[in-house]
């Protein structure tokens, strides 16, 4: 288990049962399991109470776990006859994107993601979730042969944003993105999108524009990461936590300004604790949310979106 | 004291006083360092005369430059919530915005007006970087859409002129969502049937690049304008090496196929013209037919400190 900083309390009483439980595993005839269960449930209240009112940073913290489930384990657990689809067709297959077709439920239908990896080898594939133009260009053909074929598309969003790089620059990163954007406006079948760690930026955008969107209790979704806008506004990047208050980026700001349509719960103590949990409560969600869109014409699902996206934000956050 | 203070003094002083001298009469070109008087830089389009460089232009300046005799009417654009997240730094956003206001006489970073190019009927809008690095929030996302809207039912094209340092932090997600928001707008122009021409001006970039500026049915840059989405910094810091010469400027963009035309401010208004009329399959614009030159506006008031995404 990976603690983060303001887990200490909690990682120190799991420590001690651990110990505890070590120690009477090797001295025959020692009964530890009170105590230790009284520990447990100690560290259960801890965690309780850690989680219950995370402040925006700590949010942050929790969305980038490294041991939070990311799109390949959704992919695993929600989809069945998953079909890998790769290729822009102009330069290169991007990684740190993976989609195809899939059966949601037994329906088909197209998913496509960023990924970040679980591994320093995988992390170094993925390029840590940050795409280049070439993952936006894979989504766009994807999103494209789901709208020929009439499928519903499913976005999860897990990137620091689309990668800063030279060759990135060269081939069009902001073209890519505004073209994957363009595209989510322009289908004709339900789009939903499900951020299940970090929304950043224009590189979620791109995958994000959908007739829903979902968001699970502790990512976050953002116009700049906090600690960019620290250094900008603040010029000095320690400011994060400060910076990450006054952004919103939480699930719960956002739906309150009308940006996300759905929290989808987390067990206690993060997605990372029981990733099997927070797989089927996202499950649960996307069926539920294309419930709302199942019927409805393609003339219909287009003017949904739009209409969505231009009243968005008529209503401010009073606080 | 003595006599010459007494007796002289007075005189210097009165003599310095009674001369009224604008504050930024001379302007120094950013990229060769050339003095500029503030009257040949207004009759140069802000071109600097000496190396060419394109600077930045305030709204105002560029419909005036860009309309047949400088002549256009504004475009209401309907007004955001203020503040919608009582965002504070290190300051007020609400004070940083009345700071901005004051000093530009906008209301924000974005101009909306119509009028005519060469006789041709053109809805404009314009970004103003001098107006929190033309940072794009909740009202330049209303003014795009206002823009498109009115050339919708007008059946004009819109020309749309972007300098941005990207997003407006100051609004947090309701800044990132002025993408999507932007970009139904381009779908108004296209559905429509209308050309809708970018002019990528010094300097775009974040998220502004990332959504209306890429989507132009043409796409024309200013010279050595830069153009990218992540900040050229950032990037260096990312890969850990030198970035070439001229990468992310106008002509570097051209080169890798990111734009169809870089454009010399003075031949503008004529290209814009031309490729319009044949878009809407008008005949050729009368040349030599058009209007003088509008009169040199007052010098421009300096651009405040970068305060945009990266």
């Given at each position: 288990m990976n603690y983060l900083d303001f887990e200490k309390p909690l990682s120190e009483i799991e420590g001690k049962a651990e110990e505890l439980r070590a120690l009477a595993r090797t001295t025959?005839?020692?009964?530890?399991s009170k105590e230790a269960e009284a520990l447990d449930r100690k560290a259960e209240t801890a965690l309780r109470d850690l989680y219950k009112n995370l402040t925006a940073w700590q949010k942050c913290q929790v969305a980038r776990h490294p041991d939070r489930p990311h799109c390949k384990d959704y992919i695993d657990g929600?989809?069945?006859?998953y079909t890998t689809l790769a290729g822009d067709r102009a330069f290169a297959d991007d990684h740190s994107v993976m989609g195809g077709l899939a059966r949601f439920n037994d329906r088909p239908v197209m998913v496509i993601g960023h990924e970040k990896g679980n591994d320093t080898k995988s992390r170094i594939e993925r390029n840590f979730g940050m795409a280049r133009p070439e993952g936006y260009r894979k989504a766009i053909r994807l999103m494209d042969l789901a709208d020929r074929f009439r499928l519903p598309v499913i976005t999860l969003v897990d990137t620091p944003g689309a990668y800063p790089g030279k060759g990135a620059e060269e081939r069009g990163q902001a073209e890519a993105i505004a073209r994957s954007t363009e595209k989510c406006l322009s289908l004709g079948v339900p789009l939903i999108s499900v951020v299940i760690g970090e929304g950043g930026s224009g590189g979620a955008v791109a995958f994000a524009t959908a007739n829903r969107v979902a968001m699970l209790e502790h990512s976050i979704y953002s116009v700049i990461s906090p600690e960019g806008c620290a250094s900008i506004?603040?010029?000095?990047?320690?400011?994060m936590r400060e910076a990450a208050e006054a952004l919103r980026l939480t699930a719960q700001d956002l739906a309150k300004l009308g940006i996300i349509d759905k929290i989808v719960p987390e067990p206690v103590g993060g997605a990372q604790r029981a990733p099997k949990d927070a797989i089927e409560a996202v499950g649960k969600a996307i069926e539920s949310l294309l419930g709302e869109l199942s019927g409805k014409s393609r003339a219909e699902l287009l003017a949904d979106r739009r209409r969505k996206y231009l009243e968005m934000g008529s209503k401010g956050l009073a606080a | 004291m003595n006599w010459i203070t007494n007796y002289v003094r007075p005189k210097i002083n009165s003599l310095f006083s009674r001369r009224e001298v604008p504050e930024n009469l001379w302007t120094k070109c950013?990229?060769?360092g050339t003095m500029l008087f503030h009257r040949e830089l207004a009759a140069n389009l802000?071109?600097?005369?000496?190396?060419d460089h394109h600077m930045t232009m305030g709204a105002r300046e560029r419909m005036m430059s860009l309309f047949d005799g400088g002549i256009f009417s504004e475009i209401k654009v309907p007004d955001p919530v203020v503040d919608p997240l009582g965002f504070r730094d290190q300051k007020k956003y609400s004070d940083r915005m009345k700071a901005a206001q004051k000093a530009s006489?906008?209301?924000?970073a974005m101009l909306v007006a119509e009028g005519e190019i060469a006789r041709t009927p053109v809805v404009a809008a314009v970004q103003d970087f001098s107006f929190m690095a033309g940072s794009m929030g909740m009202y330049v996302g209303n003014a795009i859409i206002a823009a498109a809207e009115h050339a919708v039912k007008t059946k004009k094209p819109l020309v749309l002129f972007s300098a941005s340092?990207?997003?407006?932090?100051?609004?947090?997600m309701l800044s990132l969502m002025q993408m999507p928001r932007t970009t139904v707008a381009v779908q108004l122009l296209k559905e429509a049937g209308l050309p809708y021409i970018m002019v990528l001006t010094h300097p775009t970039t974040g998220g502004v690049t990332a959504s209306?500026?890429?989507?132009?049915d043409i796409q024309i840059a200013e010279p050595n304008a830069q153009i990218g989405f992540a900040g050229a910094r950032v990037i260096e810091q990312t890969i850990r090496e030198k970035l070439p010469?001229?990468?992310?400027?106008a002509e570097y963009l051209l080169d890798h196929g990111m734009l169809d035309r870089v454009v010399h401010r003075k031949n503008l208004r004529e290209e814009l013209a031309t490729m319009i009329r044949m878009l809407m399959s008008l005949p050729p614009p009368i040349k030599g037919d058009l209007a003088p030159p509008p009169p040199p506006p007052e010098p421009e008031v300096l651009p405040t400190p970068a305060e945009s995404e990266g």
């Open positions: 025959s005839g020692m009964d530890v929600l989809f069945t006859e506004l603040w010029k000095d990047a320690e400011k | 950013p990229e060769c802000n071109v600097c005369s000496a190396c006489g906008a209301k924000d340092g990207g997003a407006r932090m100051q609004e947090g209306y500026a890429m989507l132009g010469e001229g990468f992310q400027r």
